[in-house]
């Protein structure tokens, strides 16, 4: 069974920096993708970033596009999210996911808390 375990969050003021880390049982070379949602209270789901696990090739959403970089270590079986320049705005629960190369079904992790104060 596919379990993806996330650490990292915590408490950090505007300006901070924290890195979030993915960690998905089995090889990520089962997998086509990975990558980070996150959900502030209230609030739908948004997509954050994801990396491909074959070329790497990375997308942002715009609101963190040059503040937060994605990256995997294959040999790890981890995908990393660096978050610089943290805003209040970016306070929510982050939720890894990784997109199965054989079923294609979305996996996901159990989320994990990020506040940022002001």
């Known amino acids: 069974q596919v379990q993806l375990v996330e650490s990292g969050g915590g408490l950090v003021q505007a300006g901070g920096s924290l890195r979030l880390s993915c960690r998905v049982s089995?090889?990520?070379?089962?997998?086509?993708?990975m990558g980070w949602f996150r959900q502030a209270p209230g609030k739908e789901r948004e997509f954050v970033s994801q990396?491909?696990?074959?070329?790497?090739?990375?997308d942002y959403a715009e609101s963190v596009k040059g503040r937060f970089t994605i990256s995997r270590d294959n040999a790890k079986n981890t995908v990393y999210l660096q978050m610089n320049s943290l805003k209040p705005e970016d306070t929510a629960v982050y939720f890894c996911?990784?997109?199965?190369?054989?079923?294609?079904?979305?996996?996901w992790g159990q989320g994990t808390q990020v506040t940022v104060s002001s």
């Open positions: 990396v491909t696990l074959i070329g790497g090739v990375t």
């Open positions: 996911y990784a997109d199965s190369k054989f079923s294609g079904r979305r996996y």
């Open positions: 089995g090889r990520t070379s089962n997998f086509y993708a």
